[in-house]
């Protein structure tokens, strides 16, 4: 008898990059390519312990260099390829603006219903990572994503099949890192098999 050729599941690690000026202060950073600051860098390297003993199959980053500078110092550098779809939200006229600006000119605003102007709309937001998923889900084992707390949300939100209103629930701190997979005993349903864990607010053991 052969033995079995099946591959394993995909799994996700995802990671939110690094602190950032912008991160620090709450302004929306879409396409601004502004780099960690060194508070950041100190926390892209407290994910080494999280991530080296993790064989990967794949190691993907956003192009911008917060998240490539992230998985740099979290030491998967060397095997990172650059994957455009990780890009965060294009915020356009909100680029920059807090939450709180943006909502003394357009009250009761939210990004996952209203999207930006001159930027991503949700529907866009929307088909943008059903592909990526449609495309992660050809792949198999391990796969590290260096990518940005908007995303990152998105992606958790539509790999779980819900509506991107939801993507609220799902937030993500700096250097940050969540994993999605699916159910071991129930390979059609994704779920969330971490969240949002960081250094010193729980570790890796149970997976």
């Not at 591959?7 to 396409?31: A, C, D, I, M, N």
């Not at 250097?175 to 969330?192: E, Q, R, W, Y």
């Amino acid at each position: 008898m052969s033995e079995s050729t099946e591959r394993p599941p995909v799994r996700l690690y995802l990671v939110r990059h690094g602190q950032t000026e912008w991160s620090l202060t709450g302004q929306h950073t879409g396409r601004t390519d502004i780099p960690l600051t060194t508070q950041g860098e100190d926390e892209a390297r407290t994910l080494v312990p999280l991530l080296r003993n993790v064989e990967f199959s794949h190691v993907f980053s956003s192009p911008l260099q917060r998240a490539r500078q992230t998985s740099e110092l979290a030491g998967l550098g060397d095997a990172v390829e650059v994957l455009p779809a990780l890009a965060e939200w294009a915020y356009g006229a909100y680029e920059g603006l807090r939450s709180a600006e943006i909502r003394q000119q357009r009250p009761g605003w939210n990004i996952f219903r209203d999207g930006c102007p001159d930027g991503e709309s949700p529907e866009q937001i929307t088909a943008r990572i059903d592909q990526l998923i449609a495309h992660l889900l050809t792949l198999s084992g391990n796969v590290a994503l260096f990518a940005h707390g908007h995303i990152g949300g998105v992606l958790a939100t539509r790999w779980l099949g819900q509506p991107l209103t939801e993507t609220g629930h799902f937030p993500l701190a700096t250097a940050s890192l969540s994993v999605l997979g699916l159910d071991p005993k129930h390979s059609n349903v994704p779920i969330i098999c971490a969240w949002n864990l960081t250094p010193g607010r729980g570790f890796l053991e149970h997976l």
